[in-house]
Nanobody, 118 residues
């Protein structure tokens, strides 16, 4: 059984910070590319940040310099540190796990709501 469980979403004021976590089970975590996506109302799901099984992380232009993705393979967990949050960051954030050798979409968590509002 594969399971991705996100946590950390909350209501936060503009300029604030949040740390999202995604704990995976049922996969060989170290052989998976991990990523965070988000989907705002009326918009398509978009890639926010990704960290491959080996190599450097990459970010959407809209979050570059504000968000940081990291992974702890010993804990089977990927994180998204979000700072300087803006109202346009409001979305449901989803964790994604994709095997490094697969072209399939992989596995998805249920999502966690991030709302940036004063």
């Amino acid at each position: 059984q594969v399971q991705l469980v996100e946590s950390g979403g909350d209501l936060v004021q503009p300029g604030g910070s949040l740390r999202l976590s995604c704990e995976a089970s049922g996969i060989s975590f170290g052989r998976y590319n991990m990523a965070w996506y988000r989907q705002a109302p009326g918009k398509q799901r978009e890639l926010v940040a990704a960290v491959p099984w080996v190599g450097n992380a990459n970010y959407a232009d809209s979050v570059q310099g504000r968000f940081l993705i990291s992974r702890d393979n010993a804990k089977n967990t990927v994180y998204l540190q979000m700072t300087s949050l803006k109202p346009e960051d409001t979305a449901v954030y989803y964790c994604n796990a994709r095997h490094y050798a697969s072209s399939l979409l992989g596995y998805w968590g249920q999502g966690t709501q991030v709302t940036v509002s004063s």
